[in-house]
C-alpha cells in the first residue's frame, strides 16, 4: 500500500491547474480559483514542511550514522548514544539499488536496513562492501 503523502504533490498540481483554468477561464469564479491556488499550495508545501520539521526538532533523527564492516558483523553507531552490532547471520537477503543497499534483517521491528553509495569514502569502498555481502550472505535478491 502506497502511503498518502506520496499522492499528495499530485493532488495539490491538479488542484493548482484547475485552479488557474477557473481563474483565466470564468470571470465568475475567481475567488474559488484563489481559493484552490492558496491550498494547492499548502498540500504542495506540506509534507516537505513536515519532513524538515521532523528532522529540525529531533536531535537523534538529524545525527550522522556512522557504519563499520568487517568478517565478523556489520556495525551502526549513532553518536554515543546507539549502537548496534549485527552478525550476518541475522541478515538473510540484500539487494542493490541505483542509490545503495538494502539489506533484509530477522529483527520484528524493522524489515530493512539502508546503507546509501554515499555512505562509503570511494567506489572502492562500495566494491568491498559488496563482496563482504557477497561472502557472507549471498547473491544479491
Do not use: C, K, Y
Amino acid at each position: 500500500m502506497v502511503p498518502m503523502f506520496r499522492w499528495a504533490p499530485w493532488f495539490a498540481l491538479a488542484l493548482g491547474v484547475f485552479s488557474l483554468v477557473l481563474l483565466f477561464g470564468f470571470d465568475d469564479m475567481a475567488p474559488v480559483a484563489v481559493f484552490g491556488l492558496v491550498f494547492a499550495l499548502i498540500i504542495g508545501f506540506m509534507e516537505p514542511v513536515a519532513v524538515w520539521w521532523r528532522f529540525s526538532s529531533d536531535e537523534m533523527i538529524s545525527r550522522t550514522v556512522v557504519g563499520s564492516a568487517d568478517d565478523q558483523s556489520f556495525r551502526m553507531a549513532v553518536g554515543t548514544s546507539v549502537r548496534e552490532e549485527i552478525v550476518w547471520e541475522e541478515l538473510p537477503g540484500w539487494t542493490e539499488t541505483r542509490q545503495g543497499f538494502v539489506l533484509e534483517t530477522l529483527d520484528e521491528g524493522a524489515a530493512s536496513l539502508s546503507v546509501p553509495h554515499r555512505a562509503f569514502a570511494s567506489d572502492e569502498d562500495v566494491a568491498s562492501f559488496r563482496t563482504l555481502l557477497e561472502e557472507h550472505i549471498g547473491p544479491s535478491n
